[in-house]
């Protein structure tokens, strides 16, 4: 018995590496507890509550979030700090804690301490998220929004168009989504960075799923035969409801009706019944000009525009009154609201044609007398209460397939925000300039060709023809714009308009062939491009209602505004 040795109590044996069951043991439930502690930690910095400890984050960013849709929208799913900010990948989150450590660095420096050291570096603290972001596809996105899970049919079509474009292209949610979470600091980027930025990146491309491949074929395909004359049945004699005058009057009533059978106003006699009809409405546009449009800063549809060739029609076609809301009440692009004005004008268009002569008639509902709180005695033009504006232009002329009557609109011209001092600014287009820019100063009123080149310019048939009509003095005005705006010099048109009721009928002649210049000969084979503006309420310049471009043509199911034949 003595010989034999004492055995190993459990805990002392050696296992691996020469360690004992107790050691390793001891060092498992260390590791646990650590583990368990470093999550914890971990997990109690991702919250929002410790994201908003600090004044600086709880007195700036946490207070322009909570009025965005991530801290509250209809389904009542709200996104955290964290969710945007902090990668879910183990290994990734460990990284973005570690930089985080710079953050601590500058608070106990005071860089951010005040509102007002925050918004001076705000564009630099912008940028680093937005670099980071672009780096990583938008993977802090992609917590939460997945391409596969999309359903384009319940996004606006303007939105489901954009994303079938970042999925082909390679763009990330970054791209386009800036300023979604906090106060905007996007739009102080100059147009190259916004470039640079948003270059799309062909790693990031991707495949349509399923259902937008299934979306852009109902997209692409032919649009129905607008039904021509809907108004046949209504009662010549009995006019169409008036709209209701509100503070800023945010939904227009349907566009009014005018009655269906021949008219014969002064020399226009046609039967309205033959005529095809579409409601067009015409918004308030407040100061975006074509610079504008084309400034991704400022416009976040100019990168499709560009890139993809979009129409603005194609995409904001539906959304006018929405869109004429932000400007008539100073949110966005006006400088000078007038309270009170509608955002929106419902116009019933109607068109024919007898082979000889175009013919169309507008029909809107009239509107309560605003005053404007910036002219002496609150009206622009005493003597007109209503001017009607088209143009029409052919696919030559630079931005009217895709713009229409925007191609004009220069962020120069008079009471825009760089009309240039001293001097008068009218409409003019892009082939009458040697330059036009579009960072500040945006424009090219004063970089104008010579005579000689717009007289070529004209010759080819670089122009948008101009038709507009003058109710208090009954004038018919045939011109063109080019290098300016001119009022004379056409053919000629024919226009009748009085206010019957409650709403305004306008109707129109004009010849479809014409050899003179400054004039837009039509052929009942082709499209054109076409736009609609209405100065009501005795208001002149830049303060009209106008529409979005349009297609123009004769018996073409294809086309937006179709002249069937009489």
């Given amino acids: 018995m003595d010989n ?90 460990v990284v973005r804690k570690i930089q985080a450590s710079n953050e601590v660095l500058h608070k106990v420096l005071g860089t951010i301490d005040t509102p007002e050291k925050f918004d001076a570096n705000r564009l630099r603290l912008a940028r680093n998220v937005w670099k ?26 303007r939105s489901a168009k954009q994303h079938i474009f970042a999925m082909e292209q390679g763009q990330t949610c970054i791209d386009c989504h800036k300023g979604i979470a906090h106060k905007k600091a996007h739009n102080l980027l100059s147009e190259e960075e916004v470039e640079a930025l948003e270059k799309p990146n062909p790693a990031y491309k991707r495949e349509l799923p399923p259902q937008w491949v299934a979306f852009r074929e109902k997209l692409n395909a032919p649009a129905a035969t607008p039904a021509p004359a809907p108004t046949a049945a209504a009662p010549a004699a009995e006019p169409a409801p ?35 009809s579409r409601d067009v409405m015409l918004f308030y546009p407040g100061q975006t000009s074509m610079e504008w449009t084309l400034t991704g800063s400022k416009h976040g549809g100019a990168r499709v525009y560009k890139k993809a060739g979009d129409r603005c029609f194609a995409c904001h076609e539906g959304e006018q009154e929405a869109m004429g809301t932000k400007m008539v009440t100073g949110e966005k692009a006006e400088t000078t609201p007038i309270p009170g004005k509608r955002p929106g004008v419902p ?68 009471d825009m925000p760089n009309a240039p001092a001293g001097f008068s600014a009218t409409k003019y287009i892009a082939e009458s300039r040697t330059e036009i820019s579009t960072s500040d100063p945006m424009g090219g009123w ?70 003179t210049a400054g004039d ?13 503006a209405i100065h009501d309420d005795h208001t002149n310049g830049r303060f009209h209602h106008v529409s979005l471009g349009y297609k123009l043509g004769f018996d073409n199911p294809e086309a937006e505004i179709n002249a069937t034949r009489q």
Avoid at 139 to 156: A, G, I, L, T, V
Avoid at 374 to 398: P, R, S, Y
Avoid at 459 to 486: N, P
């Fill in 446 to 515: 004063d970089k104008r060709k010579s005579e000689a080149d717009i007289a070529a310019e004209l010759k080819a048939g670089h122009f948008m023809d101009l038709l507009r009509f003058q109710a208090g003095s009954g004038k018919s005005e045939d011109g063109y714009i080019l290098a300016d705006r001119v009022m004379d010099g056409g053919q000629g048109v024919e226009f009748v308009g009085e206010k019957q009721g409650d709403n305004w009928v306008v109707s129109m002649k004009r010849k479809l062939a014409s050899s």
């Fill in 520 to 532: 837009v000969s039509l052929a009942t084979d082709q499209l054109y491009n076409i736009g609609f």
């Fill in 242 to 276: 008036a709209a209701a005058p509100a503070p800023t009057q945010a939904a227009a009533a349907p566009a009014a009706k005018a009655p269906a059978k021949t008219a014969a106003a002064g020399g226009i006699k046609v039967d309205w019944s033959k005529a095809s």
């Fill in 132 to 157: 980071a972001m672009k780096s990583t596809d938008s993977r802090e996105c992609r917590n939460c929004h997945d391409w596969d899970s999309m359903n384009p049919e319940n996004q606006k079509q």
């Fill in 4 to 93: 034999l040795k004492p055995k190993n109590p459990f805990f002392s044996r050696k296992v691996l590496f020469g360690a004992t069951i107790g050691a390793a043991l001891f060092f498992m439930v260390v590791g646990v507890i650590f583990w368990g502690g470093f999550n914890t930690v971990m997990e109690a910095t991702n919250t929002m509550d410790f994201c908003i400890s600090c004044h600086e984050m709880e007195q700036n960013v946490y207070q322009e979030y909570k009025h965005t849709v991530h801290f509250s929208n209809r389904s009542g799913v709200r996104a955290v700090c964290s969710d945007c900010h902090v990668p879910d990948p183990w290994v990734h989150k």
């Fill in 347 to 414: 116009v019933q268009i109607q068109a024919t044609h007898d082979g000889q002569h175009l013919y169309m008639r507008f029909t809107w509902p009239d509107t309560a007398h605003v005053p404007v709180p910036f002219v002496d005695g609150g009206m622009m033009d005493k003597e007109n209460a209503v001017k009607l504006a088209m143009m029409i232009a052919t696919d030559d002329v630079q931005e009217a397939a895709q713009a229409g009557c925007w191609g004009t609109c220069h962020h120069d011209a008079n």
